[in-house]
C-alpha cells in the first residue's frame, strides 16, 4: 500500500533537517581542524614561498649550464651555508653577552637608578611620577622579572628546533623537485580554469621573488646604518648586528624590533643612557623603513600598492602572531594574483534586453 503523502513531505523535511544539521557538524568540525593545524598551514605556505624564491638563483645556475638537479643542490648549499655563517657568529656572541649581562644586573640597575635619582633631583617637577618621593627605586619594580620563565625555555626551544627541521626539510623537497607539487596543484583545479591558474602562480611566483629582492634592498640599508651607528655608539661586534639586521626585514614589522632586543641589551653592560639611545635608534630606524621605505620598494617591485602589503601585515600579525607577519606580504602577492586573475579578468555577461 503506497504511504500517504504527508508522511513522505514529513519524511523529506526530516532528512533535509538531519542532512543541514550533519553538514553544521562537519562544518564546526573542520573549523575546529583548520584552527588546530594553522601553524602547519602557514608554515608549509612559508616553505613553498622560500621555495620560489630560491629558484630564481637556481634558475641563474640553470643558464650557466648546470643541470636541474645540480642547480638546486648548489643553491641549497649557499642558502644553508649563508644560515649557518650567521648562526655562528651570532648566537655565541648574544649567549655569552647575556651571561655577561646577567653577571653584571645589579650593577647596572643601581647606575639606572641613580642616573634617574639625579635627573628627578635635576627635575623636581618629575618626582610625581617616580612615587613623589624622589627615589627611582620604587620606579623601576621588577627590574629583574624580565628573566623569570628562563626555566621552561628548554621545551619551547626543542619545539623549535622540530620545526624548524621540519620546515627546512620542506624547503630541501621543494626546490630539488617541485614538479610533483605543480602538477598537483594543477590536477586540482577544473579544467575550465586551468590556465588562468597557471597564469596566477607565476604572477604569484615572480612577485615573491621581487619581495626577496626588495627585502634584499632594504636589509641592506638597515644593515649599514646599524653599523654605522652602533660603531660610533662603541657597542661591541656592530658587524654581527649589522648582518642581523639585514635579514631582519624578512619579517615585516616585527623583525627590526626583535633583532633590537640583543643589542640593547648589550649595550645596557656599557652605559644605561647608551642603551637608552640605542632603542631610539632601532625605533627611529624601524619606523621609517618599516612604515615608509619597506612597503614603497616592495610595492615597486612586487607591482602592489603600499597600502595593501601594510594591510596584510597588520592583519596576518594580529591574526597569526610572527608567523603570520612573515608570510603577509607573500600572501598579499598570492591573494592579489588570483583576484586578478579570477575575479578581475573574468568574463562580463550580457543582460539581455527586454522587448518592449
Do not use: C
Amino acid at each position: 500500500m503506497d504511504q500517504p503523502p504527508i508522511f513522505t513531505r514529513r519524511g523529506a523535511v526530516f532528512s533535509s533537517w538531519l542532512g543541514l544539521a550533519l553538514a553544521a557538524g562537519a562544518a564546526v568540525v573542520l573549523l575546529w581542524f583548520m584552527q588546530k593545524v594553522v601553524t602547519a598551514i602557514l608554515m608549509l605556505f612559508f616553505a613553498v614561498v622560500v621555495a620560489i624564491a630560491l629558484s630564481a638563483p637556481v634558475g641563474w645556475f640553470r643558464r650557466r649550464g648546470l643541470s636541474r638537479r645540480l642547480a638546486a643542490l648548489v643553491t641549497l648549499l649557499l642558502f644553508f651555508a649563508v644560515i649557518g655563517l650567521l648562526g655562528a657568529l651570532v648566537v655565541p656572541r648574544v649567549a655569552s653577552q647575556l651571561v655577561e649581562l646577567l653577571r653584571e644586573l645589579p650593577e647596572v640597575v643601581s647606575r639606572l637608578q641613580a642616573q634617574i635619582n639625579a635627573l628627578l633631583t635635576r627635575y623636581p617637577d618629575l618626582q610625581a611620577f617616580a612615587g613623589g618621593n624622589g627615589q627611582a627605586a620604587e620606579s623601576v619594580p621588577g627590574t629583574l622579572e624580565i628573566f623569570r620563565g628562563l626555566s621552561g625555555a628548554s621545551l619551547s626551544l626543542l619545539g623549535f628546533l622540530a620545526l624548524t627541521l621540519i620546515f627546512f626539510t620542506i624547503v630541501v623537497y621543494v626546490v630539488i623537485d617541485p614538479r610533483p607539487i605543480i602538477r598537483a596543484y594543477y590536477g586540482s583545479l577544473p579544467v575550465a580554469h586551468r590556465r588562468a591558474g597557471m597564469r596566477a602562480y607565476r604572477r604569484a611566483s615572480a612577485a615573491v621573488i621581487g619581495w626577496t629582492e626588495a627585502s634584499f634592498v632594504v636589509g641592506a640599508i638597515q644593515a649599514v646604518a646599524v653599523f654605522v651607528f652602533l660603531s660610533l655608539m662603541h657597542v661591541p661586534g656592530a658587524l654581527v648586528w649589522a648582518a642581523l639586521a639585514f635579514f631582519a626585514d624578512f619579517i615585516p614589522r616585527i623583525g627590526g624590533y626583535v633583532m633590537a632586543f640583543p643589542p640593547v641589551v648589550l649595550s645596557l653592560t656599557i652605559d644605561p643612557m647608551t642603551a637608552l639611545w640605542v632603542g631610539l635608534f632601532y625605533l627611529i630606524s624601524n619606523e621609517i623603513l618599516g612604515s615608509v621605505v619597506a612597503p614603497k620598494i616592495r610595492g615597486a617591485r612586487m607591482r602592489l600598492h603600499p597600502v595593501l602589503l601594510i594591510f596584510f601585515t597588520l592583519a596576518f600579525a594580529l591574526a597569526f602572531g610572527v608567523l603570520g607577519a612573515i608570510v603577509a606580504t607573500p600572501a598579499a602577492a598570492f591573494a592579489a594574483a588570483y583576484y586578478g586573475e579570477f575575479y578581475l579578468k573574468r568574463p562580463v555577461r550580457r543582460v539581455p534586453r527586454l522587448r518592449s
